[in-house]
């Protein structure tokens, strides 16, 4: 079985900022068989912008290996653009059964759900809602215990 560390690829071996943070969280997720098997199945382009930390950062993913790159893609299959707070919650919101994304019942998902309704958070390419769900769930801490 390959280690998580060789599902995870960062563009930029020198980078520090947060395409450093995002393969770091990534390679932690695979030490779960279950996020090993899920990023197996992902295919498509996410780009990540965090605008409250003037940072932007895509992920491509294709043959079980995720590739974090140091900016945007253009034309991604789903965009984010989301306050680093909102971030850090959707890492800990119990996720909905099926779609994987954060359920409005626990206060991370009520964030996230408050965000998206305030507009402080914005989803491009809504259509790729199982992309979107599955970098939900690959982002998604453990639970403790």
Known sequence: MTAPADRVVLADPAASGLDAMIAAVLTEALKQPEKVALLA???????????????????????????????????????????STVLMAMGTATPLPIVGLPSPLTPGGRGLYTALLTRSMRVGGIRHLKLLGQFSTLLRLPAAG
């Open 41 to 83: 199945e992902m295919r498509g382009t996410v780009t990540l912008t965090i605008p409250d930390q003037d940072a932007e950062v895509g992920v491509r993913f294709a043959d079980g290996v995720a590739t974090v790159l140091p900016s945007g893609i253009p034309g991604a299959m789903v965009r984010l653009t989301v306050p």
